[in-house]
């Protein structure tokens, strides 16, 4: 198998050295790199058939792969003939023995580490995704190979700071004794990411200390971060944060806080609202009195306009680096008003199962974002979505036949990604639809399509259209008791407030009789929809990273007129039935246009971070 290129300066950390020292192993680094790519790309199969033996030798003794009759075979043939394709609920029991302490070799040979959690649900609560120490490396082998791709769209790099908004989330323990967190919250805590920033990696020179990053209080983690990115505007040659809705959200924060931050930077003080011992030290390290820069931020500030903001304040800025596929895409035209048509740059492609791949053509349109899934992950099927038979999780014996492996995908068609990871997933659904946009030698490149079943999302949140049923009902119970009744509703995201929210869009019917509905009650109904959401959405909430949901009541007949509208689009009247999301803007038009009263949730949901019944850590 092809050497993965080294950690920058890994056994070298506390070496010094000049600029050209330093620009000489840059270079070979991502010399390195890119033939590492080159090598991985070319050989794509022998690769995937190496990485599927190494997986099942490893863990030949993991009592899930014996269950199934594998026998200690590794060959691709035999693998497919006894394995199954599995979805979370499949391994659920496996995964709940783990959590509440079984050490028991179940899925891999391996101990598993930790569970990180999923933005996908199970039953209302983040799935739980075993982990072992070995994926830090691949995870962090990923995310070596994105600079040297990038230095040769955008050179020089290296002789900058990126200024990106990241932060961690909760963490919880499971029954056994197991962290349960999110990836990245994982991958910040680890010796391989505060390494990296506190080692002589130049690509990440961030502006933002460690200690900000790994603040748990998110206004201290972003105020701080902020003031970091600002104080050091000059030096500033990238911005980002995962997803398009959190740069948004620091964009946003900066709106309402620019008053504070400016008298920090002046002063060369810190606001008394952080209170955290480490931030404000990690952030004194850094300022100092500027004035001057102050005034410049101030009067940038004060302007009417916002537009453009981003190379105002921070000029030498080439991309802005976010996701901004798939649901995220509704954010790309408040992206290029604040950035005044900077390059939008995905650069790689991961989940909480798995890391996949990376984009080799970063400067592309957003629309034209494709992922080159590195051989060397996991070990990847795909299965046909035209021979996907209807809308069960269940992969029948026949559908099983037609998954196809990394290099037999067709240009052009879709496919649901089906992983087997060194961490004791094998066959697994992701549910992610990917569409095959081209090749990297031999090995493809996929656009993401969407989330499987996915009708409605913010952030990282994902919501169903089983889920979103059983919330509105749900909350539509409220209305019983003055005898009126939900007769029909759709949804939509609102992105035009940050953060956005969901919107419901309600039709009633009411008994003349009865008293009026209160608008208190409708209220109710809005909290009763948002406390039936996942643990996802409810944590969004609690963190600000969406608003509150908004029911809009419609006038009576609206969604017949909804359905007209349909079959003059050339809907068949035979097939028609009520979308529950819509997206397309006339239909969003359409049933604006016929609202008569809009409520909003009056309240945050409740949520603690783990499973119920869990302990959380503080």
């Given at each position: ?446 656009t993401f399509v969407c989330r499987k079943n996915v009708v409605l999302s913010i952030d990282s949140d994902k919501t169903d259209e089983v889920e979103l049923q059983n919330a509105v009902k749900n909350g539509a119970n409220n209305l019983l008791q003055y005898g009126a009744s939900l007769t029909e509703y759709t949804s939509c995201v609102d992105t035009s407030t940050i953060p956005g929210h969901y919107v419901l869009y309600w039709e009633i019917s009411t008994n003349k009789e009865q008293t009026p509905i209160p608008a208190s009650v409708f209220e109710d109904c809005c909290f009763e929809v948002e406390g039936s959401l996942n643990s996802v959405y409810r944590q969004g909430r609690v963190s600000e990273s969406i608003g509150p949901l908004e029911i809009k009541i419609v006038e009576n007949g609206t969604f017949d007129k909804l ?56």
């Amino acid at each position: 198998m092809p050497e993965a290129p080294n950690h920058y300066l890994s056994s070298n950390q506390n070496v010094e050295l000049d600029d050209v020292s330093n620009t000489i192993i840059v270079k070979d680094n991502n010399k390195k790199a890119l033939q590492y790519i080159e090598d991985v790309t070319s050989n794509a199969d022998e690769i995937q058939e190496r990485v599927l033996a190494e997986i099942l030798s490893t863990s030949a003794q993991a009592e899930y792969l014996q269950r199934h009759g594998l026998d200690g075979h590794t060959d691709r043939d035999t693998f497919k003939k006894v394995m199954p394709v599995v979805t979370y609920e499949d391994l659920k029991p496996d995964i709940d023995r783990i959590a509440n302490g079984d050490t028991s070799p179940i899925l891999c040979s391996k101990p598993i580490s930790e569970f990180l959690t999923s933005s996908g649900t199970s039953g209302g609560e983040r799935k739980l995704m075993p982990t072992i120490e070995n994926e830090l490396e691949r995870r962090s082998l990923l995310y070596s190979l994105l600079m040297p791709v990038m230095d040769q769209f955008v050179p020089g790099l290296d002789k900058g700071k990126g200024m990106y908004f990241l932060f961690i989330k909760s963490e919880a323990k499971t029954p056994g004794g197991l962290l349960a967190r999110p990836v990245l919250t994982s991958y910040y805590k680890s010796s391989h990411f505060k390494d990296k920033t506190h080692g002589h990696d130049p690509y990440t020179n961030y502006t933002s200390p460690i200690d900000t990053i790994l603040c748990l209080d998110s206004y201290q983690s972003m105020y701080s971060q902020l003031l970091c990115g600002l104080y050091q505007n000059d030096q500033v040659l990238r911005v980002g944060a995962v997803f398009a809705s959190g740069f948004i959200r620091a964009i946003k924060f900066l709106e309402k806080h620019w008053v504070c931050l400016c008298n920090d930077i002046r002063t060369g003080t810190i606001n008394a609202e952080i209170t955290e011992t480490s931030v404000r030290e990690a952030v004194m390290k850094i300022l100092k009195p500027n004035p001057k820069l102050a005034d410049f931020i101030e009067a940038e500030c004060k302007k009417e306009s916002w537009k453009g903001i981003i190379t105002r304040l921070w000029p030498n800025t080439k991309y802005v680096d976010v996701i901004v596929t798939g649901t995220m895409s509704q954010y790309i035209p408040i992206l290029d008003y604040y950035s005044n048509g900077l390059p939008l740059v995905c650069t790689m492609y991961a989940s909480s199962e798995c890391y996949f791949g990376l984009n080799l053509n970063p400067l592309c349109e957003p629309s034209e974002v494709s992922y080159t899934l590195i051989p060397t992950m996991a070990y990847f099927e795909f299965l046909p979505v035209n021979k996907i038979c209807g809308h069960t999780n269940s992969v029948s014996n026949t559908e099983q036949k037609h998954l196809v492996d990394l290099v037999d995908v067709e240009l052009g068609h879709e496919y649901e990604l089906v992983v087997t990871t060194y961490a004791g997933l094998y066959r697994y659904r992701v549910g992610d639809i990917l569409r095959v946009a081209g090749f990297k030698n031999k090995a493809p490149q996929f656009t993401f399509v969407c989330r499987k079943n996915v009708v409605l999302s913010i952030d990282s949140d994902k919501t169903d259209e089983v889920e979103l049923q059983n919330a509105v009902k749900n909350g539509a119970n409220n209305l019983l008791q003055y005898g009126a009744s939900l007769t029909e509703y759709t949804s939509c995201v609102d992105t035009s407030t940050i953060p956005g929210h969901y919107v419901l869009y309600w039709e009633i019917s009411t008994n003349k009789e009865q008293t009026p509905i209160p608008a208190s009650v409708f209220e109710d109904c809005c909290f009763e929809v948002e406390g039936s959401l996942n643990s996802v959405y409810r944590q969004g909430r609690v963190s600000e990273s969406i608003g509150p949901l908004e029911i809009k009541i419609v006038e009576n007949g609206t969604f017949d007129k909804l359905m007209d509208f349909a079959l003059s689009q050339g809907a068949s009247i035979n097939q028609y039935k009520t979308p529950r999301c819509v997206k397309h803007a006339p239909i969003i038009e359409l049933l604006n246009s016929k609202v008569v009263s809009t409520y909003f949730s009056p309240k945050c949901p409740q949520w603690a971070p783990g499973h119920k019944k869990w302990c959380t850590l503080d």
